[in-house]
């Protein structure tokens, strides 16, 4: 079956830096979408990636969605506190009807 | 104005007990689903239902019974509670059912079997 792995597992940032997390699918994605959990709270969308090698930015985040589909990255520049939490990617396989398959999440930690 | 909202909020129970948790959405969705987090924050998706018909049925015990009773609602009764069912229980809804639906979590009920 389809299976969404996402790397880093954890991520330690000083504030400031920049840092990538990235999501591979073991099968070809309709879309892939991302969400972010603040700790203690619930999954929210972020940004949902349709086309192949499509880029999209929110302010100090950039995502991207690979030109075979299968994979996408989540870039976020000089890190604020504010962008502690667990980072999600999910993906639609092609015939999923709705099945979103979330990868394990990257745990971010920022450190003033 | 809560879009999704999920009752209780905390639930701590003993095994073997039967529970119910209930969620409700007021963004005129047709699809809703419940997903388990485990301590580990892996997200699993266990079941959806479109405009009260179940769509999506993952490998789940069958102690777990979703009910539907009109499509802004969809509930979760649990029985026989093990250990192995203390997790984060979180209730989705998404426009429909297609792929290209973002989809609105509810706050989550922190369910702990003693």
């Known amino acids: 079956g389809q299976q969404v792995m996402q790397i880093p597992q954890y991520q330690h940032v000083q504030e400031g830096e920049d840092f990538t997390t990235y999501c591979n699918s073991s099968t070809t994605l309709s879309n892939i979408q991302w969400y972010k959990q603040r700790p203690g709270g619930h999954p929210v969308f972020l940004i949902q990636l349709v086309k192949s090698g499509e880029v999209k930015k929110q302010k100090r985040l950039t995502f991207q969605f690979g030109e075979a589909k299968k994979n996408s990255s989540l870039h976020i520049t000089a890190t604020q506190t504010t962008d502690v939490g667990t980072y999600f990617c999910a993906g639609h396989a092609t015939d999923s009807w709705g099945k979103l398959q979330f990868g394990a999440g990257t745990q971010v930690v920022v450190t003033p | 104005d809560t879009a999704v909202s999920q009752t209780p909020k905390y639930l701590v129970t003993q095994m073997g007990n039967d529970k119910s948790i209930k969620c409700e959405q007021n963004?005129?969705?047709?699809?809703m689903y419940w997903y388990k987090q485990d301590s580990k924050k892996f997200l699993k998706i266990m079941f959806s239902y479109n405009n009260k018909e179940l769509i999506i049925n993952e490998t789940v015990p069958n102690r777990f019974s979703p009910k539907s009773p009109d499509k802004a609602h969809l509930n979760l009764h649990i029985n026989s509670l093990e250990l192995g069912d203390s997790a984060v229980y979180f209730c989705?809804?998404?426009?429909?059912?297609?792929?290209?639906?973002?989809?609105?979590f509810g706050p989550g009920t922190r369910l702990t079997v003693l």
């Open positions: 963004l005129g969705h047709d699809t």
């Open positions: 989705a809804s998404s426009q429909a059912r297609g792929s290209h639906n973002e989809q609105f």
